[in-house]
């Protein structure tokens, strides 16, 4: 990812190098090929005007003094600015006071949120964590079987409510009915509390699409469980849908954080940039393959200088 962006940002910007003096007409047309590079890459559009606007401001007001040329001034705004729109300071994840800490997952069918619920498990596990996952998609066929694969493989416990799945010891103690996800997540939660897991990582239903219904659900798991943490989990593939997608998932369940996946994949990159800008939530993790060890916490100073080559 990133691929095409990044050549063409540092191709505009190594026109700069060597000028003495940048004028207003050298400035003007960098930020002309930034603007397209951007716009190239799906960056949502709105996000793209405050940047170039903000780009040109700084660099038009620059002092040419210090160690640094002009072309090398530029360049070091476009980094800032792009640490910015990708949320600044580097945001972990906030535990709650009194464990155990509620994790609610959120986004699309196919996002990765199952697959995100293994990688959290193991790195929670990895900082000394005892997290506890509850399996709460009950409308993709499977799902609850992968989450107890995902688990298994991160050596975490799932709560799942079906016989003989249930952490609890088989058959179904705590009586809940399985086609009911909002039961199923309050009394993950409640197992939790009773066994004295730390954290528990709600996996919950997407669809294809925005719809409704999957709203809410979502809402009504978030309503039962009161998540100290709801991560949106959002495909960084799905380009220019990614901006409406984050939008509806605000207006309908509200997030705190955002967890990008699929940032292995050859897409460009528009979703990961636009997202902080558009929603206003901050990016903690980001997944970048299947296993669960691709995956770490976001840090945006490291993706703008991967961005800047
Ligand atoms: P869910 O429907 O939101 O629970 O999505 P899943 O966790 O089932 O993921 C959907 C597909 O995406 C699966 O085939 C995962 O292996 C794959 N996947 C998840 N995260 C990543 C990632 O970061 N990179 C890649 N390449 N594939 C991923």
């Not at 940002?9 to 026109?15: E, S």
């Not at 190098?17 to 940048?22: A, C, F, I």
């Not at 980094?79 to 009194?98: P, V």
């Not at 691709?294 to 080559?309: A, T, W, Y």
Request: hydrophobic content about 45%.
């Amino acid at each position: 990812m990133f691929e095409s962006l990044s050549d063409r940002l540092t191709g505009a910007l190594k026109d700069l190098r060597g000028k003495g003096r940048l004028s207003g007409a050298d400035i003007d047309a960098t930020c002309r090929e930034i603007r397209l590079a951007l716009l190239e890459a799906d960056v949502a559009l709105p996000v793209v005007r405050t940047f170039i606007a903000k780009i040109k401001e700084r660099a038009k007001g620059a002092e040419v003094s210090g160690a640094l040329n002009p072309a090398q001034q530029v360049v070091k705004i476009v980094n800032e600015e792009l640490i910015g729109i990708l949320g600044g300071e580097t945001r972990r994840l906030q535990f709650a006071k009194t464990p155990p800490t509620v994790i609610m997952l959120a986004g699309l069918q196919g996002s990765g949120k199952t697959t995100l619920a293994g990688k959290l498990a193991k790195w929670l596990k990895d900082q000394g964590h005892t997290p506890l996952l509850v399996a709460c998609d009950l409308q993709r066929p499977g799902a609850v079987n992968q989450l107890q694969i995902v688990g298994e493989r991160a050596g975490a416990a799932v709560f799942a409510p079906h016989p003989g799945t249930s952490v609890g010891g088989g058959e179904n103690p705590l009586g809940i009915s399985a086609a009911d996800p909002i039961e199923v997540a309050r009394a993950g939660v409640e197992e939790a509390r009773a066994k004295q897991y730390d954290v528990v990582v709600v996996d919950t239903a997407g669809r294809l699409g925005i719809d409704a219904d999957l709203m809410a659900q979502a809402a009504g798991i978030r309503d039962a469980v009161q998540p100290d943490e709801t991560l949106f989990v959002l495909d960084a593939m799905i380009g220019q849908d990614a901006v409406s997608t984050a939008e509806a998932f605000r207006a309908g369940v509200g997030f705190t954080g955002v967890v990008l996946t699929k940032l292995d994949g050859d897409a460009r990159g528009g979703a990961a940039l636009s997202v902080r800008e558009v929603t206003g939530e901050p990016i903690l993790f980001a997944s970048t393959g299947e296993k669960l060890e691709d995956f770490d916490v976001f840090h945006p100073d490291r993706m703008s200088s991967r961005i800047l080559g």
